[in-house]
């Protein structure tokens, strides 16, 4: 099993973890939290080959990291803001282009959040999507020059309480845009896996 298989088995499960047999939790009132992760960010799907120039290019693993601000109502549903950055390391191989380089790539999103909970259970599930802007501050074959897109970012995570006012957040990620290296033009993927601490400002404990 490739590893990329792998990581879509992985988003899968927390999809269906966060939807599956559970009950709408419905909070007593709004809170607001801030959040620092850390993570790994992977490229989906196979690899260009480039033509036009005799080589291809080999998009690896890399690490992310970044913030995200939440604002959940009184009800079920909640707004969720996060900006990220990773090296994004690219491996271009045939003539006339040779080596590596980082892409450096920023993301920014705004979500709808939906949270989910089994009965019973301390831990929190949550859904969410919404626009995504990805900028990559050097092509990958012109370094002098930046890709800006805009997509959409679904989102499937999970909240461990480790005291009234601070969690762990694991989430799983999915950047889903259009964009192209040279000839290839298609739609990407771009999967961030990260862990990271959730802290409530303010008001009541969680």
Request: with cysteine; charged share 15%.
């Amino acid at each position: 099993m490739s590893q990329h298989t792998k990581l879509r088995i992985t988003f899968a499960v927390l999809c269906l973890a966060g939807v599956g047999p559970a009950q709408a939790f419905a909070q007593g009132q709004s809170t607001t939290s801030f959040g620092v992760y850390g993570g790994m960010y992977s490229p989906l799907g196979r690899d260009p080959s480039l033509s036009s120039v005799g080589g291809s290019v080999d998009r690896s693993n890399s690490f992310a990291f970044g913030a995200r601000l939440s604002y959940w109502g009184p009800g079920v549903f909640g707004l969720e803001a996060v900006g990220g950055f990773t090296p994004a390391k690219v491996e271009i191989a045939g003539a006339p282009l040779n080596g590596e380089r980082n892409q450096d790539v920023l993301t920014a999103a705004l979500k709808l959040m939906l949270g989910i909970t089994p009965s019973m259970s301390p831990v929190g599930f949550h859904i969410g999507a919404g626009p995504a802007f990805i900028r990559r501050g050097h092509d990958a074959f012109q370094e002098s020059e930046s890709r800006s897109h805009f997509g959409a970012l679904v989102n499937a995570g999970i909240r461990l309480p480790m005291t009234s006012r601070i969690g762990i957040r694991v989430d799983a990620e999915d950047y889903v845009y259009g964009g192209h290296i040279v000839e290839t033009s298609k739609t990407w993927n771009d999967l961030v896996l990260s862990a990271g601490l959730s802290f409530q400002l303010g008001g009541g404990s969680q």
